[in-house]
């Protein structure tokens, strides 16, 4: 099996682990327009993220994780410009054309808007494209959670749920990105069309590592994990106000596993935003440190086969 390294022509030392990136970003912003990365917006998540607002293209990407025995990556949707979705899917495929990746495509369409499907098929042009990532409506803080509930584009919304069923209807899967405590409500939508499969993103959001935010979290994860259609992304576990560090994340990493499973865990790095708290080799050092104590076959399951599976990924020389 080729690597993307090898597809590219990059001479790279491949002593590293064999992966398939279950999620990561491109963008060249001379030709695509990403509102959050056309001006620096303080207090997200990730902190400072000024250092993100260039191009990264494929080889980029390629530099960032030599080394490593890359077989295939997902690009899932970058907060392209929702007003022209499609444009980031077409420059995705053409990428892969020029460079070899990426291997699959998480696209974007606003489940709630009436032109869903029509979005959605236009999409669909492009073999690539193996499921959809439509963020709902969220609170900010878990005090308001329930202020949210039933408003338009929230997970209790009927046109919401409408357009949900599309998934279903096109037989793509759903890429799952809210904050812990929204993740029963979320565990809903999943009892609600148990056919649909869902990837969590990020392994909803843990930041809150205080003995009550861990509960909510846990909470939140067991409810996920009781539908067996649930899988989940190992992902971006960085902290504002701490280090990425295998002490810091071995807890809530083994939780995940031990809730959901390892069949139903995959690697993915979310680069280049990771790349805020520590390089690609970093991050793989320490997953594989955290995940030592599994076997190989486990290992495997989890830093690539899994994400073959649930993306539907061809390797034609496997």
């Not at 409810?223 to 807890?251: F, I, M």
């Not at 979310?270 to 440190?289: A, G, K």
Request: glycine share 6%; net charge negative; charged share 25%.
């Amino acid at each position: 099996m080729k690597t993307i390294h090898e597809k590219m022509g990059v001479e790279e030392r491949s002593d590293g682990i064999t992966l398939i990136d279950a999620h990561h970003h491109l963008w060249d912003l001379t030709k695509n327009h990403y509102p959050w990365l056309a001006t620096y917006e303080p207090g997200t998540f990730v902190g400072d993220y000024r250092s993100l607002i260039r191009n990264y293209m494929p080889e980029d990407y390629a530099a960032d994780s030599a080394g490593h025995r890359v077989l295939a990556t997902v690009h899932c949707e970058a907060d392209h410009d929702y007003n022209n979705e499609v444009a980031e899917t077409r420059w995705l495929h053409e990428q892969s054309q020029r460079a070899g990746f990426p291997s699959a495509v998480v696209a974007h369409i606003w489940f709630h808007h009436d032109n869903g499907e029509e979005i959605l098929n236009q999409h669909l042009q492009f073999p690539l494209v193996r499921g959809i990532r439509s963020k709902p409506v969220t609170a900010k803080r878990p005090e308001l959670a329930h202020t949210v509930k039933g408003v338009s584009g929230s997970m209790q919304d009927e046109k919401w749920l409408k357009g949900f069923a599309l998934l279903e209807k096109y037989g793509l899967s759903w890429d799952l990105r809210v904050p812990y405590w929204h993740l029963e409500e979320a565990a809903e939508v999943a009892r609600m069309y148990p056919n649909v499969p869902i990837v969590l993103n990020h392994m909803g959001f843990p930041w809150d590592r205080s003995p009550q935010g861990l509960e909510g979290w846990r909470k939140g994860m067991r409810a996920l994990a009781a539908c067996p259609n649930v899988s989940v992304k190992v992902s971006e576990l960085g902290l504002q106000d701490r280090p990425w560090t295998v002490e810091g994340n071995r807890g809530v990493v083994l939780e995940t596993v031990e809730m959901f499973g390892i069949e139903r865990c995959m690697f993915a790095s979310n680069f280049p935003v990771s790349s805020l708290q520590l390089t690609y080799r970093q991050l793989v050092s320490n997953m594989s440190e955290i995940f030592s104590g599994f076997s190989e076959a486990q290992r495997e399951a989890f830093f690539w086969r899994n994400a073959k599976a649930f993306y539907r990924i061809d390797l034609p020389e496997e």
